[in-house]
């Protein structure tokens, strides 16, 4: 664990390339896997490989390889059959719905499958023209299982260390996969494998111990090395956190503050309630909106008086079925408005689009409740996010038992059954007529879990002694804001 560069691998790099009228041009990739890792490699240094957004380009090429600082890209460029078969196809349409308990969901086209084997040779070729022996390579993500296997029958000795996003299935689940075998023994080839929850971990050790009846787990000290057929890999748990000071920092500040003050102003005296979901089916929008037309219909004397904020950000949308739940989420928005709202009072206010970070701590600062409803979820970092700008402990965070993140804020949040409308129902009037005493218990109880265990904590249990030379000092909202600040200059 001792080397002295890092080397990212993930299915997408940091930056996005656009083909516009004027050029190229680069833009954040947005999700957030690239939030929480994006200011630890820049502090950190090294090589991120993933694929930038577009097609092959020798000027792409070029440009990403310039040394940005400490940091520079390597490109893997993909075809559009292999985008499809790849990415919309075995890790969207299989894996994607598969590890978050959604087997009827699943195409198991074995063509996907193929694809994502071809792809993974891609990205083996990448790490291949970067890494050195020395080096501490760190893939992320379902997109990547295979990628240790790929590279070790390329006789490449390296320090492979793999981080887990999303939830790991029971034997029960994961079994429905065709290709469970290959996927287990490809995960096995990583020296270290992290999870978000000691229940994922768990899962995952069961699943191996169900297909490979030999399978030992040895405890050493605080470590943990499991050993299937003549391979051994270090588990552990690392809930994925955020920049707590920097999140804090930036939602103290005047333009966050005064962003706060204009929506409480726009919604003066409703009560906000905060939804924020990228567009998915495991986010429980349609089921918030309904655990929210509950609360309307038992509880009459709210009309008027509170307003479900919903944004949902943008994604995946040349996927049929999110297209189909974007109409969904919309015909519920527009049959509770017409069903109670009143001249001057829409009860759900909606929007589709992304959110600016300054808009985005000015909703955190000034919503009352932060409804986070997901059916299944590897971590959530909205809920964490919620609770660092709130330095006023003011706010309740509602959260799904299934989220990641309910196994550290439990103490604080208002933990509820996302299938159970009732119970989001309770939760809400719960939330909206607790006293602010019973506000900052929970809020500061949240709030120091998350201070002790941020960003930095998750990388030091993930990368061991990995220098973060560049980080003293803390870090600036640019940040999290600059991705590629050379930009692209390419005609």
């Known amino acids: 664990m001792g080397s002295d560069r890092l080397i990212i691998v993930s299915n ?3 930056v996005t390339i656009r083909r516009t009228s004027n050029g190229l041009e680069a833009e954040p990739s947005s999700g957030g896997l690239v ?15 993933g694929w930038p957004g577009t097609g092959y380009a020798t000027e792409i090429q070029k440009t990403l390889r310039r040394q940005c600082a400490d940091y520079f890209f390597e490109p893997v460029f993909l075809t559009e059959a292999e985008r499809s078969h790849f990415y919309q196809g075995c890790s969207n349409e299989i894996l994607w719905p598969l590890f978050h308990d959604f087997p009827s969901r699943c195409n198991f086209d074995p063509a996907y499958w193929n694809a994502y084997r071809d792809a993974t040779e891609k990205f083996a070729d ?22 240790a296997d790929a590279l070790r029958a390329r006789d490449l000795r390296l320090n492979l260390s793999y981080f887990h996003h999303v939830p790991f299935p029971a034997p029960d689940i994961f079994e429905k996969l065709p290709w469970r075998a290959e996927v287990l023994r490809g995960l096995l080839q990583f020296n270290h ?30 470590r943990r090395l499991l050993s299937s057929g003549g391979m051994h890999t270090e588990i552990r748990t690392s809930p994925v956190s955020i920049d707590y000071q920097s999140v804090a920092l930036e939602a103290g500040g005047s333009a966050v503050r005064g962003r706060a003050q204009e929506l409480r102003q726009v919604f003066e005296g409703k009560q906000i309630i905060l939804g924020l979901d990228r567009l998915d089916y495991t986010k429980g929008i349609p089921e918030r909106l309904l655990g929210y037309r509950m609360l309307l219909e038992n509880r009459p004397e709210l009309r008027g008086r509170v307003v479900l904020l919903q944004v949902v950000v943008p994604s995946r949308q040349d996927i049929p079925e999110y297209v189909e739940l974007k109409v969904k989420i919309e015909q519920l928005v527009s049959e509770i408005n ?18 600016p970070l300054c808009e985005l701590l000015g909703l955190y600062r000034a919503a009352h409740v932060a409804l986070v409803t997901p059916l299944k979820d590897g971590m959530n970092l909205v809920a964490k996010e919620f609770c660092a700008a709130r330095s006023d402990e003011r706010g309740v965070l509602i ?7 309910a196994a550290e804020l439990k103490e604080g949040a208002v933990l509820i059954n996302p299938f159970d409308l009732e119970s989001i129902a309770s939760a809400l009037q719960l939330a909206l007529t607790m006293p602010d005493s019973d506000q900052r218990v929970r ?25 973060l030379r560049n980080l003293e000092g803390g870090q600036s909202s640019d940040e999290f804001t600059d991705p590629f600040p050379l930009g692209l200059q390419t005609a």
Request: with cysteine; proline share 4%; charged share 25%.
């Open 126 to 147: 990448g790490v291949e023209r970067v890494a050195h022996r020395e080096d501490f390579v760190w893939v992320h993500d379902y997109h990547l299982m295979m990628l």
């Open 35 to 49: 939030s929480a890792l994006f200011p630890i490699f820049k502090a950190a240094g090294g090589c991120w490989v």
């Open 443 to 467: 809020m500061r109880a949240m709030r120091d879990v998350i201070e002790r265990y941020d960003l930095l904590q998750w990388f030091k249990s993930c990368c061991g002694r990995i220098s």
């Open 399 to 405: 959260l799904s038992e299934f989220a990641g993140s």
């Open 338 to 355: 017409g069903k109670y709202g009143q001249p001057g009072w829409s009860p759900v206010v909606y929007l589709h689009r992304s959110v």
């Open 12 to 14: 997408r790099l940091p």
């Open 193 to 222: 494998l992290g999870f978000q929850t000691d229940r994922d971990k768990k899962n995952f050790v069961r699943c191996v111990q169900r297909l490979y009846p030999g399978t030992r787990l040895h405890k050493i000290g605080a």
